[in-house]
């Protein structure tokens, strides 16, 4: 069975109650429950993880070598500048997805730089909790062989892809 982890970041344990203007009223619990819900309507096991810490991030990725299919992460503001997480990503044997809840691009300007975004499968930003079941059909459908494709395959080469 295909197995992904959902893998929250920094202040996401407290959405919900955590600037509820920015990020909606919808609590973690609320969301994972709803992903883990939709994993076993199409047999996948999804399992939740957050943490506030970089380093428990990467631990929870590095576990994951031999055991995940893939993973949603919404990194927080380590997308911003978490250089060990990108590089644990860099080096995983499977995809991941990124996800944002807000549309970063129309935030302050510090959110707009994405350091994860040349070592991840794709990003969604802007789409609320919706996100990440976006994220998780994306994750499968590059798990089956179709889009998204891996990095240099989509024929840019610009960016990161190889040439
Ligand atoms: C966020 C966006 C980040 O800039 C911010 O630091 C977060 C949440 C989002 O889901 O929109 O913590 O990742």
Redesign the pocket.
């Known amino acids: 069975m295909t197995r992904v982890a959902v893998v929250h970041?920094?202040?996401?344990g407290r959405l919900g109650q955590?600037e509820p203007a920015?990020?909606g009223a919808v609590t973690l619990d609320e969301v994972n429950q709803a992903l883990i819900s939709w994993g076993q309507a199409h047999d996948i096991t999804v399992e939740a993880h957050q943490s506030n810490l970089e380093g428990s991030l990467i631990d929870v990725f590095e576990a994951g070598v031999g055991r995940l299919d893939g993973a949603v992460i919404?990194?927080?503001?380590?997308?911003?500048y978490g250089l060990a997480l990108r590089d644990c990503i860099a080096a995983l044997p499977y995809p991941v997805v990124e996800?944002?809840?807000?549309?970063?691009f129309q935030?302050?300007r510090?959110?707009r730089r994405l350091v994860l975004a040349p070592v991840v499968a794709g990003q969604i930003?802007?789409m609320g909790p919706l996100?990440y079941r976006l994220a998780l059909e994306a994750l499968l459908e590059r798990l089956q062989g179709g889009w998204p494709r891996p990095s240099g395959e989509n024929g840019q080469t610009e960016g990161g892809g190889r040439p």
Do not use: K, S
Not at 99 to 104: A, G, S
């Open positions: 970041g920094p202040n996401l955590r920015v990020y919404n990194p927080g503001a380590l997308a911003h996800v944002h809840l807000t549309n970063v935030r302050e510090f959110r930003t802007g996100g």
